[in-house]
Structures are given as C-alpha cells and as structure tokens.
C-alpha cells in the first residue's frame, strides 16, 4: 500500500536504464555518433571550405557526441536527400535523424520512428526575383514553382494551391541542388522550401543574392525536429533531454564559456542539477552525471547555437521569432529538470 501511494505521487520511481538501449550501447561500443544530416542546408548542415560540416544540425550532433562519448568530434556525418533520409533511420544506417525534417501526424504514426522536440519553427516559403514585381503570393496564380520531391513542400502546395485557387505549375525535382541550380537558372517563377532554407539558398547559391527576395508570407506550419527508432526509449530519452538541456542552460544564463565555472561555483539547485553537481540525472539514462555539461562546452547553449549558425552571426540573419524563449516571446521552452 505505501508503495502504490508513493508511485502515485511520483515519489519512487525505478532507474529508467533497464529499459531499452539498444542505439546507447551501440554507440558506446564503436566510440562514434553516426548523425544523419542534409546534404546542404546553409546554416543548418553543409560541409565549410575544408569539408567540415557546420550548422544548427550539426551544433546538436556534436553536443550529443560529447554528453554521450566526451568528444564533440566523435561524429560521423552521413548526408541525406528528402528519399532517403527516414530509410537510413530505420534500416539502422545512421543513430539519428538531425536532418531538419517536418514533424507530423503521418511521419509520428507510419513510419516506425519517434519524432523527438523541436529544434526550430519554420514556415514553407516562397522565393522570386525582385524584378518580377511579386509582392504576394496570390500573385504566383499561373507561375511555375521549383519544389523538392519526397517533402511536405510538395503536398503542402497543391493543397494550399486548391484551397485558394491558385493555379501553380510544380516543377519537381529529386535532388535540392538541382532544384536550385533550376531556380536560379531562371527555369522556374519562384522556389517553395522552408522560409529558413529559401534565406539560405539566396545568400549562398544565387548568382546575385540582392536580385532576389523570400515573400513574407508562409503557408504552413513547418516543425522541424531529430527522429529516432521506435522501441529504442533511453536513446530517444536522450536525444530529447538534450534539446531541453540546450533550453535550460539559455534560460538559466549557463554558456560555453562559463557552463565549466558555473559548475564549479554556482549555488543555484538548478544549475546544479542541470550541469550534475548535485543529482543523478545522467545515470538515469546511462550516462556521466555531467553529460550535459559536456554537451553545453561543445557549442553553447540553444541561443548560441541559434545566433552563430541562422542568425545575426550566420549567413542567415534570421529573428529568433517563434525560436525565441517563452519568456521572451518565443515558442522554446524546456521541461523541468527535477
């Protein structure tokens, strides 16, 4: 009886490692994360002048290599299409999906994945030239639109196009940089992608970035987040808390430069927990009770992460807007770490 009211008041409760950690072990045991990324999304995941890959994506694939094997570096980066991104999850090819990818109703039922928290709020998009003279996308009734086949692009586009009646031609292509050599090439009227990624391809693939404009308006909800295995629920857990952890480390003020001091000194039960001074909320999942201060030294918390690869010192240059935190507007908000 004492212990049934205990559990009902979530007073005790079992270390959750028993459960599976089939992708955990697996990673501990060959020393490396292999991450799925894009094959070249501007501020999220492509590869720099020496081949190294950097963004938003790959900020949280280095974080997650740290808390879990201590070394940021320990990341093998497999570049992914819209085709085959979610077939290397489930055949076991990569450990994790960070390739930014929409999260929704069919993707969370269908495919034998989980969709983890979201990393970035977006909206679909659309792109012309600015001597076009588009100012609104009612105006496109009639275009041809470059879209990336295999996305929610594609479905979101004809169903936007009969729901208003808008007449647009698709032009569909396999391969996004083939959609935008096309685009750019002056094939198609305009481009549909996430808001996000159309800002990235003006400033890093266009012919002339000025000649160029992203409308401001958006026709969809666009989620993008990691996806995991079913059935793999420490490493799933894992993969979530250490979105939050990115959270609450902005929230509490813990940075890359000072996550190390704070651990040291700070005498906040917050901080202490989060950076595992006090508590065991690693070795609930299998690891160093300081994964995530690991995690955190690896590339900051979720705002500099933010800031340094979409935007004010990215090639973006995008507002936090939704991706702000809650208390600032925004939509990001870590669950409790207690």
Known sequence: MKGTVLIALGLLAAPTYAASAATLD???????????????????????????????????????????????????YVALTAQNRFTALQSGEIDVLYRNSTQTYLRGTTLGLRQGPINF???????????????????????????????????????????????????????VDTMYQTFFGGRCDAMTQDASALAGAV??????????????QTISKEPLGPFTRNGDEVWSDIITWLHYGLIEAEELGVTQANAEEMAKSSASPAIQRLLGTSGDLGSRLGLDNKWLLLAIKAGGNYGEIFERNVGQQGPLKLERGLNALWSKGGLMYALPFK
Do not use: M
């Open 203 to 216: 400033a890093t693939a266009a012919p002339n970035a000025a000649d160029y404009i992203v409308l401001p």
């Open 26 to 76: 697996a990673v501990k045991q060959r020393g490396t994360l292999v991450c799925g990324v894009s094959t070249g999304f501007a501020g999220f995941s492509a590869p720099d002048s020496q081949g190294n890959f950097r963004g938003l994506d790959v900020d949280y694939c280095r974080a997650l290599a740290s808390g879990v094997l201590g070394d940021p570096n320990k990341v093998r």
């Open 121 to 175: 709020y977006d909206g679909q998009g659309f792109v012309v030239r600015k001597d076009a003279g588009v100012k609104d996308i009612r105006a496109l009734n009639g275009a041809t639109v470059c879209v990336a086949q295999g996305t929610t692009h594609e479905v979101t586009l004809g169903d936007y196009g009969r729901a208003n009646n808008i007449d647009w031609k698709p032009l569909v292509f396999d391969r």
